[in-house]
């Protein structure tokens, strides 16, 4: 079993930056896989960015140049930098890892990107 916390949602200006958090409750070792989704109210939920256990990224070609996926081992957390966010950014962020060839969630952070 595999808890995920994220944190670090808030509201925030077009053009500013967040940095989202995703803790797990055990070593990030144990994951085949991590990645990075959202969902805007009336959308399906999409994926964002990925960071596969051997440290390589890939983003979605709405994302990419702005978003950086990345973790720090010690500290058990993911992480997502999104710069230069735009109102079409808006949507709960989820988190997800893979285990064992089980998929787990996060409970979601929102970001809302209004002026």
């Known amino acids: 079993q595999v808890q995920l916390v994220e944190s670090g949602g808030s509201l925030v200006q077009p053009g500013g930056s967040l940095r989202l958090s995703c803790t797990a409750s055990?070593?990030?070792?144990?994951?085949?896989?991590m990645g990075w989704y959202r969902q805007a109210p009336g959308k399906q939920r999409e994926w964002v960015a990925g960071?596969?256990?051997?440290?390589?990224?890939n983003y979605a070609g709405s994302v990419k140049g702005r978003f950086t996926v990345s973790r720090d081992n010690a500290k058990k957390t993911l992480y997502l930098q999104m710069n230069n966010l735009q109102p079409e950014d808006t949507a709960t962020y989820y988190c997800?890892?893979?285990?064992?060839?089980?998929?787990?969630w996060g409970q979601g952070t929102q970001v809302t990107v209004s002026s």
């Open positions: 960071l596969a256990s051997g440290g390589g990224t």
């Open positions: 997800k890892v893979n285990m064992n060839w089980r998929d787990y």
């Open positions: 055990r070593s990030i070792f144990s994951f085949n896989a």
